[in-house]
């Protein structure tokens, strides 16, 4: 038996040596940054095998005598990930721990090599493989689009390409008799991306889910240390790993999770780290989560892991790789409406808003901060009230959106997250909060939802809440108590989001639910900057445009223009009088506009003069015409630091417009300055035809380095575009 188990797993290798050569040949036909068409995901299940593989990365299992990954490779680079056999999830059910698949026996941990292993055995107690299905990809979010977004990614665009395995366990032990546990892959047409979770169907008594692990990969090494800590040691960087599952109020992904840990492997003895404490073994799941009781006939969905295939170190390739991501697995988030930030007293302001975006091109108002819309009243009146603006703002072709705040405040000692160390109100992420499970947490999603149904209001901005808030409440109806109040708020919170999604409401979060179906977050600001002068203001926004486009489209940050007075300063902060600063104005509009990003005109009215209004209803025209390059992935040229010339290009390979540049001048004196512009993502080549905002056309051609150099001349304070075809 042994001897016919290694030659069955050295043919498999044989062929496997043999699929790579052949996807190292299709790999080489194209940068799928570029262009993506040829690299179509399949899914193959043949004798004692299963491959999924779309010619950029490919993972392997084999079925006997379970399932076990044996292969994960980047087939761009043609890197090994794995280094060791390990379970394709571990799941804690009633504190006790069970491996899902994977097979036991490997001695030398430091590379995989099946010919000499031939003693890989199961234990009695790991879930063993039953049976595999092929399906199509689906949506994680039944999105409903009502605004903007670029053609490729319209509301028409639903199935997702590509395909899903689905791998089914069962366990020979009589306690858990009847509970299935599936593993899904989806792996997707045109990039190194696989996205994998884990599913609990219960036919069994009820159980109480500790942990699930839905992804654990020992994975090689990117350095070696004969000594050092986890902690002083690079992690993983030929893999990116993302979680639906992330909150920090950072605006920012990495420092966001709560899922990745990269942990150490005390049994990979040949490691060079004399103490074993290499961080080569990762392992996907949340710190404080499920910690829930499923019941008979239930069912539970793990977070969602989306592991990409890095293939370079470059911050710029790896930031478009991750962009990319995004635009093909939650594309709702290429919607990019323009909205102004009203501050209302009264109905009649709201209606001269309306009337001001028809005036100008803006396409819909967001009740600030401030105003005198309040959700949370449920009666006849407001309902009614704000159906009628609703229906104004609708007949003119404008959105209606509004502000709720959820955290940052206190409700009553019975509703609000419980502190575990006091007992009592507090220890939310900004000191008190109310808790999503609490019956006023409850009645809050319902009122909101009720809104949204009845006013037929597009738009949702919300202000919390902060999901690290763990509530130690035991009276809460939303969860029973502190081992699943994190959870089960993500879920209330999640739910609520998607409810909205399915009625067409774009949704701007304050935190990292992009994958669960929000639409937008800070670019990322410092709120007392904007009661800094306006000049200041716009040198730091041009540097929070740079900085935080690496890893987000422009589509998924706001920016923010004071047109009153927010968070203090003076006369010198804002926009008001508005024909008074209308040079200030417009230099803020266009570098908002030319990064694509949306900013909160926050104030009562967009413009207070005729002049005002042709300068920002042009602003807007020109920003309409080019809306699709606009709205393309962000490279920059030269971050923004006030003495010398900054600026930054969109590229779009796909589009007519391949490459639009916004270059900028701080200083008071034109300057003239030969640039070299990079082309390769533009998938430009030979020679570029550049036409600039003052109607000359040149051609350059692209040297060997896949760059341009133009000569030109940027007026003091000011700006110039000019578009790449």
């Keep these: 038996m042994l001897l016919k188990k290694y030659f069955s797993l050295s043919l498999i290798f044989l062929c496997m040596s043999a699929i790579n050569v052949i996807a190292q040949n299709v790999s080489t036909k194209a940068d799928w940054l570029i262009d993506n068409k040829a690299f179509k995901a399949t899914i193959v299940i043949k004798d004692n095998q299963i491959t999924i593989d779309n010619g950029l990365l490919r993972r392997s299992f084999i079925v006997s005598p379970n399932i076990a990954c044996i292969d994960f490779t980047n087939l761009s680079t043609h890197q090994q990930l794995i280094r060791s056999i390990e379970p394709e999830a571990v799941v804690v059910f009633d504190n006790k721990t069970y491996s899902v698949g994977g097979l036991s026996g490997q001695k030398e941990k430091a590379y995989l090599n099946l010919n000499w292993e031939p003693n890989l055995h199961t234990n009695e107690s790991d879930f063993y493989y039953t049976n595999s299905t092929v399906t199509s990809i689906d949506s994680f979010v039944n999105y409903n689009a009502q605004t903007w977004m670029p053609e490729a990614y319209g509301t028409k665009v639903k199935k997702f390409k590509g395909q899903q395995l689905v791998l089914a366990f069962a366990s020979k032990l009589p306690a858990l008799k009847g509970i299935i546990v599936k593993v899904h892959y989806n792996i997707y047409d045109g990039l190194p991306l696989l996205c994998k979770w884990v599913s609990i169907e219960n036919g069994n008594n009820s159980i109480h889910i500790n942990r699930v692990m839905n992804e654990v990969l020992g994975l090689v090494e990117e350095e070696s240390a004969v000594v050092g800590n986890p902690e002083e040691m690079k992690k993983q960087y030929g893999i990116y790993i993302e979680t639906n599952y992330a909150f920090n109020n950072s605006m920012r992904y990495d420092i966001s999770d709560h899922t990745t840990h990269w942990e150490i492997d005390s049994s990979y003895t040949s490691q060079v780290n004399y103490n074993y404490q290499t961080p080569c073994l990762l392992k996907v799941y949340p710190d404080k989560a499920p910690g829930i009781d499923l019941a008979p006939n239930a069912q539970f969905s793990s977070v969602r892991t989306f592991e990409l295939l890095m293939d ?50 803006f396409e819909a108002v967001i009740l600030s901060f401030g105003s005198h819309l309040n959700m949370e009243d449920s009666t006849a009146q407001n309902i009614n009230r704000w ?339």
Aim: hydrophobic share 35%; charged share 20%.
């Design 312 to 361: 370079s170190y470059d911050r710029t390739r790896r930031g478009l790789m991750i962009k990319k991501m995004y635009r093909t697995v939650a594309p709702w988030v290429t919607q990019n409406p323009i909205f102004m930030h009203l501050v209302s007293k009264n109905d009649e302001e709201v209606k001269t808003a309306i009337d001001q975006c028809v005036a100008t091109g």
């Design 387 to 725: 159906k009628l603006l609703a229906d104004y703002a609708h007949q003119r072709n404008i959105l209606l959106g509004g502000y709720s705040l959820f955290s940052s405040r206190t409700i009553s000692p019975e509703h609000d997250v419980i502190d575990a160390k006091t007992g009592k109100p507090g220890g939310a992420f900004f000191g008190n909060a109310p808790c999503f499970g609490s019956r006023w947490g409850l009645n809050y999603r319902d009122q909101i939802i009720r809104f949204y149904q009845q006013t037929h209001f597009d738009i949702w901005e919300n202000d919390g809440p902060y999901p690290g808030d763990v509530c130690a409440s035991s009276s809460h109806p939303g969860h029973k108590g502190l081992d699943d109040a994190q959870w089960t708020q993500m879920n209330i919170q999640k739910g609520l989001y998607q409810t909205l999604n399915k009625m067409g409401v774009y949704i701007n979060a304050p935190d990292w639910y992009f994958l669960d179906g929000t639409h937008k977050i800070a670019v990322g600001y410092r709120e007392v900057n904007f009661s800094l002068s306006r000049e200041q203001q716009i040198i730091l926004n041009r540097q929070n445009i740079v900085d935080g486009t690496k890893e987000k489209i422009p589509s998924m940050g706001w920016g923010f223009v004071p047109l009153t007075k927010y968070q203090g300063g003076g006369p010198e902060a804002v926009l008001e009088p508005l024909q008074d600063h209308i040079k200030d104005y417009q230099q803020l509009m266009v570098q908002y506009f030319g990064a694509g990003i949306q900013a909160c005109y926050r104030g009562p009215r967009l413009y207070d003069t005729e002049t005002t209004r042709k300068m920002v209803s042009n602003t807007i025209d020109w920003y309409k015409k080019y809306r699709t390059i606009l709205n393309a992935d962000i490279i920059a040229l030269r971050r923004a630091d006030g003495r010398d010339w900054d600026g930054w290009m969109h590229v779009d390979p796909s589009g007519a417009n391949k490459a639009f540049v916004m270059l900028f001048n701080p200083t008071n004196a034109p300057m003239t300055k030969t640039l070299t512009i990079p082309m390769y993502y533009t998938g430009l080549t030979g020679t570029v035809n550049c036409n600039d905002d003052l109607g000359v056309t040149n051609n350059y051609k692209i040297n060997t380095d896949h760059n341009i150099q133009m000569t030109v001349t940027i007026p003091a304070s000011g700006y110039r575009w000019l578009v790449l075809k």
